[in-house]
């Protein structure tokens, strides 16, 4: 009777092809993490006060614990995740006052932006954003938000990476990270509101783009200013709480 090979006989082979598989496996740098993170925010699948376990960061990048806390460092001075001690990491979750500031800085940041991207670019550039904005009716004609919200960002970094301003470029890329966080947040859900905020966002950007090719500057400055004022006026911001009654005047004994 033959016997049955033992199975400790495959194990080797078995470890063996792990390690292949592992070694096999690119190994990220922190800026791969960082972008994945990034995009994760930006495709609406990081919601604000999802928490963030090093532990499974670590394991799901493939690399140590230690790789991640940088990562989730510079995202906190990014304002798109907030650290907080004896708590660890979450997506931010930006308050009312935070999603004004963050769209008037907008509007100082990429006025001279697309002034800029007018000078300087090329009919490959103005189809770039033709393409986009295509691709966004098309993801908002399939109810695919996510994408259509990634599109739009995807347009004004555009302008703004082809401006030739690293810095300013730099900045509105920060924005546009948190603006995403500021829109899963406090845009509109349903009604009326809900479908004109959809329906806006497409118009806009082919009224800029026309401007653009017209090469007509103050006219595509005063359109992306009334854009994001637009996008901005649509946020349902929460009531504010009624601070109740003064304890001195509800308390206080009268003179």
């Known amino acids: 009777m033959s016997r049955m090979p033992p199975r400790t006989a495959t194990r080797p082979a078995a ?15 922190d800026q791969d993490i960082y972008d994945r993170m990034i995009s994760a925010v930006l495709d609406h699948r990081l919601l604000p006060g999802t928490k963030l376990i090093e532990d499974r960061l670590a394991e799901a990048f493939g690399v140590s614990r230690t790789r991640i806390r940088p ?8 304002h798109i ?18 999603a004004r500031e963050v ?8 006025a001279p932006l697309v002034e800029r991207f007018i000078a300087q670019a090329d009919n490959a550039d103005v189809q770039l954003l033709t393409r986009c904005i295509r691709d966004e009716e098309a993801a908002r004609s ?9 599109l739009s960002g995807d347009f004004h970094l555009h302008i703004a990476e ?3 301003h690293a810095t300013l470029g730099g900045v509105l890329r920060e924005m546009v990270s948190r603006t995403s966080l500021i829109l899963m947040a ?22 800029l783009l026309s ?24 946020l349902v911001f929460p009531a504010e709480r009624d601070p109740g009654p003064d304890l001195v005047d509800l308390f206080g004994v009268s003179a």
Do not use: W
């Open 162 to 164: 082809r401006s030739g």
């Open 81 to 98: 995740v907030t650290l907080t001690p004896n708590r660890g990491a979450t997506v931010a979750q930006p308050t009312a006052q935070e």
């Open 15 to 29: 470890a063996a092809r792990k390690r292949q598989a592992v070694a096999a496996t690119p190994v990220l740098s």
């Open 71 to 78: 990562v989730l460092v510079r995202l906190a001075n990014e």
């Open 103 to 110: 769209f008037e800085v907008r509007r100082l940041v990429e």
């Open 142 to 150: 399939a109810g695919d938000m996510r994408r259509a919200i990634r």
């Open 211 to 234: 401007a653009i090719k017209l090469r007509d500057p103050k006219e595509a400055v005063r359109l992306m200013k009334e854009h994001l004022s637009r996008l901005e006026a649509q």
């Open 186 to 207: 406090y845009s509109p859900t349903h009604g009326r509101a809900a479908e004109e905020a959809t329906a806006c966002g497409c118009q806009e950007h082919r009224a």
